[in-house]
């Protein structure tokens, strides 16, 4: 009788060795699956991260050519702008000293813009109206040609400012998240050296948890390759 019950205690131990390793397999495997996919995914997300960098390194190049070919057209106006006023200062003094034939001729070679709204501006009898701009040059009808390229580029170079933030958010998430996945690495290597089966179903459990919510906002994410 003693015999079959130190047979049955030993059968006992023998099936629940078998359970606990079983158990243990169960837990190792689950970990080394999310080590792997964490592993898989946190070098995704720093591949992303340098993409990102690099995109974002492209769209400031981009916004320094806009602002040199803006700052270009701005001088180009400037220098349009004092050659105009001078050529406009010698038709008032052609008008005045009572040289027409020079004012006619300077007259004619206005440029378009120069001349339109030159003759806007006689229209409003500036001799005798004080609320006349004291010049052609400070009519609405005068628009230097390169003011739609200066805006033209200022738009640009704004939209480009805007993108290349945009590429260093996206960059800045992605290493947000490459972070967040090592601690589903720390944790499932944690639950490895545990004893006890509880603590190690707790550190899988929130390794699982933070590892199912990064790959949420991983597809949520735009993709550059």
Same mark, same amino acid.
């Given at each position: 009788?003693?015999?079959?019950? #130190?047979?049955?205690?030993?059968?006992?131990?023998?099936? /629940?060795?078998?359970?606990?390793?079983?158990?243990?397999?169960?837990?190792?495997?689950?970990?080394?699956?999310?080590?792997?996919?964490?592993?898989?995914? $946190?070098?995704?997300?720093?591949?992303?991260?340098?993409?990102? /960098?690099?995109?974002?390194?492209?769209?400031?190049?981009?916004? /320094?050519?806009?602002?040199?070919?803006?700052?270009?057209?701005?001088?180009?106006?400037?220098?349009?702008?004092? !050659?105009?006023?001078?050529?406009?200062?010698?038709?008032?003094? !052609?008008?005045?000293?009572?040289?027409?034939?020079?004012?006619?001729?300077?007259?004619?070679?206005?440029? #378009?813009?120069?001349?339109?709204?030159?003759?806007?501006?006689?229209?409003?009898?500036?001799? /005798?109206?004080?609320?006349?701009?004291?010049?052609?040059?400070?009519?609405?009808?005068?628009?230097?040609?390169?003011? #739609?390229?200066?805006?033209?580029?200022?738009?640009?170079?704004?939209?480009?400012?805007?993108?290349?933030?945009?590429?260093?958010?996206? $960059?800045?998430?992605?290493?947000?998240?490459?972070?967040?996945?090592?601690?589903?690495?720390?944790?499932?290597?944690?639950?490895?050296?545990?004893?006890?089966?509880?603590?190690?179903?707790?550190?899988?459990?929130?390794?699982?948890?933070?590892?199912?919510?990064?790959?949420?906002?991983?597809?949520?994410?735009?993709?550059?390759?």
């Amino acid at each position: 009788m003693e015999k079959d019950e #130190a047979g049955l205690k030993k059968i006992d131990r023998i099936l /629940n060795e078998i359970e606990r390793d079983n158990r243990k397999k169960w837990i190792e495997t689950i970990s080394t699956i999310l080590l792997s996919a964490a592993t898989i995914l $946190s070098a995704w997300c720093v591949y992303e991260a340098s993409q990102w /960098n690099g995109e974002q390194y492209f769209r400031i190049e981009d916004e /320094n050519v806009a602002d040199r070919a803006r700052m270009q057209k701005e001088i180009a106006s400037q220098q349009r702008l004092a !050659a105009e006023a001078t050529l406009f200062i010698q038709f008032v003094n !052609a008008k005045t000293s009572g040289n027409d034939e020079f004012a006619d001729f300077l007259m004619d070679r206005f440029p #378009a813009h120069l001349k339109k709204a030159t003759l806007a501006w006689k229209k409003l009898d500036p001799m /005798n109206n004080p609320d006349a701009p004291v010049s052609p040059l400070h009519m609405k009808e005068y628009i230097l040609p390169e003011s #739609a390229d200066i805006e033209k580029y200022a738009e640009q170079a704004k939209e480009f400012k805007m993108q290349a933030n945009q590429c260093d958010h996206h $960059s800045d998430n992605y290493m947000l998240l490459s972070l967040i996945l090592s601690m589903v690495l720390f944790f499932c290597g944690l639950s490895g050296v545990m004893d006890a089966r509880t603590n190690q179903l707790i550190l899988l459990s929130f390794a699982a948890i933070v590892f199912v919510i990064t790959l949420y906002f991983i597809f949520r994410f735009p993709v550059i390759i």
